[in-house]
């Protein structure tokens, strides 16, 4: 049963019904749901919205829920028709009525809009550390070549003199470029938005601030209709990443030339290395290619973004369901990248 049944007389067609449903991609978004849900409860009851005996009982049930799911016990239902759905129906089918009254003063709008920021909050961080640590492998590997003189290019002509450990170094710069681009997206997506209500707010008497400090949120958002509505943190945040695959991209090409019989000013670790089954000689920078053709693939995701967002009307629509799977697919694939890439450069 859905949600929104109450006024329908039939049941949603099974086609259109998987059409619709986000489950396969936002299912992933689980802890933040329930966390996101744990606060709004304890929220409703502290401001008398509900009884404190239903708010214990519905964060009671969702602890359980979260337990279960983290331990294998309870599956999610790839029939439902979102995480937000399933979730609310195990409440509910746990707790009876009670279950229900956690959906009191909030939608599906702005609790879409916390979970995904909640989300991509920790993942920001995730990739802050993962760039960090490549930074630091880069600083490592120019020490250790400071004084090794190798041609500098323009044009890819051999231009002047310079040091690798110099050459090196121009891609920490980047990188230090890119921690500062990854903060600013983290700083704008740190908006609390619950409280947003479909669009217009909620008439219950709500304490934005509870929520907001529970869930660890700077602050919270100013106007009802950009809270449920703004995505410009998922475009923020796929451009800071699609810039971290120009720049690994970049690095590859040049690890892929330097490790070719022609330059020959590199060898790759065996470990990070591929080979021919026909042709003994070779030795190929398979990990560096990849993420060159990686990088198409992050620039899709933000052009799906932007496109997503650029001609609906305020507030929330559908349409909006497809920003998860694109800016899911560039936080994988950079993560992915950079778990490949930095042991490919620290064991060169
Ligand atoms: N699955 C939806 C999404 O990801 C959740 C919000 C649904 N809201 C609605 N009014 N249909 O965007």
Redesign the pocket.
């Known amino acids: 049963m859905k949600l929104w049944a109450g006024r329908f007389s039939k049941e949603i067609d099974k086609k259109t019904n998987d059409f619709n449903s ?1 489950i396969s991609f ?1 299912s992933r978004m689980y802890r933040e749901d329930i966390e996101g849900s744990m606060a709004h409860a304890e929220m409703i009851g502290e401001c008398g919205i509900i009884e404190k005996s239903e708010s214990q009982a519905i964060i009671e049930g969702l602890k359980g829920i979260l337990a279960d799911i983290d331990n294998g016990n309870l599956q999610i239902d790839m029939n439902a028709e ?1 995480i ?1 759905t399933f979730i609310e129906g195990e409440l509910t089918q746990r707790l009876g009525q009670t279950g229900k009254r956690l959906h009191t003063a909030r939608s ?2 702005d609790q ?1 809009a916390v979970d995904i920021r909640l989300y991509l909050k920790k993942e920001v961080q995730n990739i802050k550390k993962q760039v960090k640590e490549l930074i630091g492998v880069i600083c490592n590997k120019a020490e250790e070549y400071a004084g090794a003189v190798m041609p500098g290019y323009t044009h890819l002509q051999r231009a002047q003199p310079i040091t690798f450990g110099h050459h090196l170094m121009a891609y920490a710069e980047m990188l230090l470029r890119d921690v500062d681009r990854l903060e600013c997206a983290y700083r704008h997506m740190d908006e609390m938005p619950l409280g947003s209500g479909a669009l217009a707010t909620t008439t219950y008497p709500i304490d934005r601030t509870i929520t907001a400090k529970l869930l660890n949120f700077d602050r919270v958002s100013q106007n009802s209709l950009d809270g449920v509505s703004d995505r410009d943190f998922c475009m923020e945040l796929a451009s800071a990443l699609s810039i971290i695959m120009v720049h690994l991209s970049r690095f590859s090409e040049e690890i892929i030339m330097w490790c070719s019989w022609e330059f020959k000013f590199v060898e790759l670790d065996d470990a990070f290395s591929t080979g021919s089954s026909i042709m003994p000689q070779k030795k190929n920078p398979d990990i560096a290619e990849l993420v060159r053709g990686k990088s198409g693939r992050v620039f899709g995701d933000l052009m799906t973004l932007l496109t997503v967002m650029k001609g609906i009307a305020l507030a ?1 629509n ?1 349409d ?2 497809e920003d ?1 799977e694109a800016i899911f697919d560039a936080v994988d694939t950079v993560k992915m990248c950079l778990t490949a890439f930095t042991p490919m450069i620290k064991c060169a």
Do not use: E, L, W
């Open positions: 986000s936002d979102d937000h599906r709008n879409v929330y559908k909006m369901q998860k």
